[in-house]
C-alpha cells in the first residue's frame, strides 16, 4: 500500500561498520574538529559526510570521513572491476556526457565534470568511538593528538545575486509561456549567489553552516585548492545490495514560530494541490528512470507526499524503491537516473534546454551529486543544494538556490522560497548571529 502524509520509520540501512573492523575510544565531539583541519592540510583529497542523527526516511548520511590523495580517472570511477572505495562529486554538467546537451553559460571558476578519489583513510565516527576500516598506527593517532588546529579563520563574503528581482520574475514567466506551449511541464529554475574574498576557511564554515542548519546530508569536500561545504536536505540515490533507493523533495514551506504554527504550515504543505502537483510530476519522472535500470515490476513509490521537519523549512519528500537488474553497472545507472528530476523538471531533456537557456550561469558542482561507493558497489549519494562551492586559488566562491516553475506558480512566491533556502547560508557568509 502506498504511504502518504507523515513520516514512517524504515528499515533500509547499509551500515559501513561491516568492513570497517578496527575501533578506538575516541568520541566523535573530541575527534572531529581536529580531524578536518588536520585532513585538510594533509591530504589533496577529503570528505566528511555528516547526518546529524535526523529521522530521515531510509536513513540520512553516516558520519564518515575519507582522505586521499590519488584522484580517480573516469575510467577507474565507472570500471566495474575496480574495487576500490571512491568518494567525490558528479558535476550537473557531466549531463553532457549522457544526453546531446551544452552548457555555454559563464562559469564562476572551473569545475571539473567528475571529482572523484580512492581515499587512504576511511573512518565511521560515531560518539561511542571511531571505526577504521584500516588499522591506525600509532604514529598516526600521535600525530593527531599533537595537532593544533587554526583559530579564527574568516567565514564571511560579501555576496550578490546574479539575477536582480525584476529578470528574475521576467524569467518565470517565459518559463510558464514555455508549459503553455508544451515544451515543459514543469522546470526547476535557479539562481545564484557569488562573491570574491581575500581569504576564507571552508572547514570553519563547514562547522559554522552545520550549527545553523543540521541537516542529514551535510558534508565537506576538498578536491585541492576546490571546496563544497555542503548543508543538503535531499538524497539524490542510495544503493544497497540490489535495492535501489531515490527521494526527490518537491513541496517547501517555512517553520513556524512555535509549535501550533508548525502544525498548521505542515498541514497547508500536505494539502496544497501546487506542492502535491510538483512531486507528483518529479516521482513521476523518478519511477520511469530506475525503471531504465531496474527489474520489471520492482519499482515501488514507498511514500508520497511524506513531510519532514527539517531546520528552517518542512519539505515534501517522497520515496522510490527498486530491485536493480544485475547487469546494471554503476555508469548504466548514472545514465538512467542523472540529474536528478528534482532539480531538472519534466520532461527531463527539454527542460533541461530550456532552464540552461533563461538561467545565467554554469551550475557547476551545484544540483550535481556528492557522495560515496564501497568496495561492493553500494553508495550513497546527495544532491548539491543548500551547498557552498569555493575555489580557495580564485579566491571567489558561489552558491546556487532554485525552485520549480509550474504553470500555476507564483513567480513572487518562487522568489520569495529561493530566499529562504538561502537564508542559512547568507546568514553564515555575513557574519550575522540570529
Known amino acids: 500500500m502506498l504511504e502518504r502524509g507523515i513520516p514512517r520509520n524504515s528499515s533500509f540501512f547499509c551500515l559501513p561498520m561491516k568492513s570497517y573492523p578496527h575501533f578506538y575510544p575516541i568520541p566523535k565531539s573530541r575527534l572531529l574538529p581536529t580531524l578536518l583541519h588536520w585532513g585538510a592540510k594533509k591530504f589533496p583529497y577529503m570528505a566528511y559526510f555528516e547526518g546529524n542523527s535526523h529521522a530521515y526516511p531510509q536513513g540520512p548520511f553516516d558520519n564518515l570521513f575519507f582522505a586521499g590523495k590519488t584522484r ?48 587512504e583513510i576511511s573512518i565511521q565516527l560515531t560518539e561511542n568511538g571511531v571505526f577504521s576500516k584500516y588499522q591506525l598506527s600509532d604514529q598516526w593517532l600521535e600525530e593527531l593528538e599533537a595537532f593544533a588546529p587554526p583559530q579564527g579563520g574568516n567565514l564571511t563574503c560579501d555576496v550578490a545575486p546574479q539575477v536582480p528581482k ?22 526547476n529554475f535557479c539562481q545564484a549567489y557569488s562573491g570574491e574574498f581575500e581569504s576564507w576557511d571552508p572547514v570553519a564554515a563547514y562547522f559554522r553552516l552545520n550549527e545553523l542548519s543540521k541537516m542529514p546530508f551535510s558534508g565537506l569536500f576538498k578536491a585541492e585548492n576546490l571546496w563544497l ?39 497547508l504543505l500536505l494539502e496544497s494541490e501546487k506542492e502535491r502537483a510538483e512531486n507528483l510530476m518529479i516521482t513521476d519522472l523518478t519511477r520511469n528512470d530506475l525503471a531504465r535500470v531496474s527489474k520489471t ?8 507526499f ?24 554503476f555508469r548504466q545507472i548514472i545514465d538512467a537516473t542523472f540529474p ?95
Open 72 to 119: 580517480l580517472t573516469e575510467q577507474e570511477l565507472f570500471e566495474k572491476n575496480y574495487p576500490k572505495e571512491k568518494v567525490g562529486v558528479l558535476s550537473y554538467d557531466f549531463k553532457n556526457k549522457i544526453e546531446n546537451l551544452s552548457s555555454t553559460n559563464t562559469e564562476f571558476f572551473h569545475l571539473p565534470e567528475l571529482c572523484f578519489f580512492e581515499p
Open 166 to 187: 525584476d529578470v528574475y520574475l521576467e524569467k518565470i514567466k517565459i518559463i510558464q509561456n514555455e508549459i503553455r506551449e508544451g515544451n515543459t511541464y514543469e522546470a
Open 229 to 267: 561545504v555542503s548543508a543538503s536536505p535531499e538524497r539524490y540515490l542510495k544503493k544497497c545490495g540490489n535495492q535501489l533507493i531515490a527521494q526527490p523533495i518537491k513541496g517547501t514551506t517555512k517553520r513556524g514560530q512555535n509549535e501550533a504554527q508548525d502544525t498548521l504550515n505542515q498541514k
Open 297 to 304: 515490476g520492482t519499482v515501488q513509490v514507498k511514500e508520497l
Open 306 to 329: 511524506g513531510i519532514y521537519p527539517l531546520p528552517r523549512v518542512f519539505q515534501m519528500i517522497s520515496t522510490v524503491r527498486s530491485e536493480l537488474r544485475p547487469e546494471s553497472t
Open 340 to 434: 536528478m528530476g528534482s532539480m531538472t523538471g519534466a520532461p527531463k531533456i527539454s527542460t533541461m534546454k530550456i532552464i540552461e537557456r533563461e538561467e545565467t550561469f554554469r551550475r557547476g558542482w551545484f544540483s550535481g551529486a556528492f557522495g560515496w561507493m564501497d568496495e561492493e558497489g553500494d553508495f550513497d549519494f546527495s544532491v548539491v543544494i543548500r551547498s557552498i562551492i569555493a575555489d580557495l586559488d580564485a579566491k571567489k566562491l558561489y552558491f546556487g538556490v532554485g525552485s520549480a516553475i509550474t504553470i500555476d506558480a507564483s513567480a513572487a512566491q518562487e522568489y520569495e522560497e529561493c530566499a529562504l533556502k538561502a537564508e542559512a547560508i547568507l546568514e553564515l557568509l555575513s557574519g550575522k548571529h540570529t
